[in-house]
């Protein structure tokens, strides 16, 4: 936290927050003293995960969020203005993959689905909650990637933070993109917002053992949510237009775009 004083809260919204890296980060973001709003596409499944957090004192609010559906964004967004005024923090998390086949095999409806959430959802919400942002001391954005979204490490094979050996680089189309897609679009909000105080930066929180991927990953929750969390409380000369990757250091690695 900053010396600064800062009277309100700092207030927080995490897409796709009632279970995974969604969850452990909103967690660590109440944990350090903001009030969050933990998005959930299904009420119950929201609630549930509130009910939890709250529990432990925490200021966690189960805020109604599928991030493909505009008028309940336009909701959400309405609802944190009334109650908060002002927004810190967004965490673009809410992802979806589609099942695993080969890209020539792969129906465009697929690639489409996921482009629902993992881009145009993070536009939408991002769009709804900008003026809020602008309106914080210190707005930061952090959109959860992946590094299955480097073009530079598609193209060599190589993920550097170590996730999947060398050579090996799974190809999902609908995944991948989406999430090259979601790093252009980091850039250019990043790009967009420079003259302001808010930081846009992308993350892909290491291979972490959620329903995503079945469990296989080899991470817990709250060690994926360590880089986005840095990301949404960096202070204010930290970078804008980044793409971090969980590699066990202390600040992560530069991933290549
Ligand atoms: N796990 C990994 O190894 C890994 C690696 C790199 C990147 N990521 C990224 O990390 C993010 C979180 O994934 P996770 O691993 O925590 O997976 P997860 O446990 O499956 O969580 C995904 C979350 O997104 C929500 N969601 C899906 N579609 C949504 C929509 N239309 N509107 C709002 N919420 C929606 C899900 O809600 P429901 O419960 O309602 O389905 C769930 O809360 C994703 O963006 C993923 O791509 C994960």
Redesign the pocket.
């Known amino acids: 936290m900053s010396g600064t004083t800062h009277n309100p809260p700092r207030t927080a919204v995490v897409?796709?927050?009632?279970?995974?890296?969604?969850?452990?980060v909103t967690r660590a973001l109440a944990v350090l003293g903001h009030r969050v709003y933990l998005?959930?596409?299904?009420q119950d499944?929201g609630l549930a995960a509130e009910r939890e957090l709250r529990a432990e004192g925490l200021d966690v609010r189960c805020l109604h969020?599928?991030?493909?559906?505009e008028a309940v964004v336009e909701r959400a967004a309405k609802r944190v203005e009334e109650e908060s005024g002002h927004l810190d923090a967004l965490v673009?998390?809410?992802?979806?993959?589609g099942p695993v086949t080969l890209p020539s095999r792969t129906p465009p409806a697929e690639v489409r689905r996921t482009y629902?959430?993992?881009v145009f959802?993070v536009i939408a919400v991002t769009n709804a909650m900008l003026p809020m942002l602008r309106r914080a001391p210190a707005g930061r954005i952090v959109n959860?990637?992946?590094?299955?979204g480097s073009l530079t490490h598609a193209a060599a094979r190589q993920d550097p933070t170590g996730?999947f050996p060398a050579g090996v680089f799974p190809t999902l189309l609908d995944?991948n993109t989406s999430?090259a897609a979601l790093n252009a679009v980091t850039v250019t909000y990043a790009n967009e917002l420079r003259d302001t105080r808010i930081l846009v930066n992308a993350v892909?929180?290491?291979?972490?053992?959620?329903?995503?991927?079945g469990h296989q990953?080899v991470?817990t929750?709250a060690e994926?949510a360590r880089i986005p969390v840095l990301l949404a409380t960096l202070g204010e000369d930290g970078p804008t237009a980044t793409f971090v990757g969980e590699d066990s250091t202390p600040t992560g690695r530069q991933l290549s775009w």
């Open positions: 897409t796709g927050a009632n279970k995974g890296i969604g969850r452990a998005g959930a596409r299904d499944r969020l599928d991030v493909t559906d673009n998390n809410a992802g979806v993959g629902e959430t993992n959802g959860v990637s992946s590094v299955l996730a995944y999430k892909s929180p290491g291979f972490v053992a959620t329903d995503i991927n990953g991470l929750p994926g």
